[in-house]
């Protein structure tokens, strides 16, 4: 009868440890979700325009620090036309997503 005391315990003690790890392991998945969203928030125009790319992923970051050089001059031509007077620049970029998504379409046929 005593092994039957001990082999409750023990699985008691199994599922209190793994409850622990559980726990521990939740707390660290809330932490990177967290992190992500912050960054989504704060770098949302370059994450869904590189997610709306055509390209690999690699190619992805770098047409989209092109558009950025690109939108980097475009505002400095036009102060004040894109920096959400008149046109987000959220929005420039994601015109400049469309297009390449039209050129690469045509390309491909």
Not at 8 to 22: G, P
Not at 73 to 82: Q, R, S, Y
Not at 85 to 109: D, Q, S, T
Request: with cysteine; glycine share 6%; net charge positive.
């Amino acid at each position: 009868m005593s092994s039957g005391k001990k082999n409750k315990t023990d699985s008691l003690t199994l599922l209190k440890i793994e409850k622990a790890r559980l726990s521990a392991y939740c707390t660290y998945q809330e932490k990177l979700i967290g992190l992500k969203y912050d960054y989504f928030r704060e770098n949302y125009s370059q994450v869904l325009g590189e997610s709306l790319l055509p390209y690999d992923d690699k190619q992805n970051v770098k047409v989209s620090d092109l558009l950025d050089a690109v939108n980097g001059v475009i505002t400095k031509l036009f102060p004040g036309t894109f920096e959400g007077k008149f046109l987000p620049g959220f929005l420039l970029k994601m015109i400049e997503v469309v297009m390449i998504h039209v050129v690469n379409k045509k390309k491909r046929n």
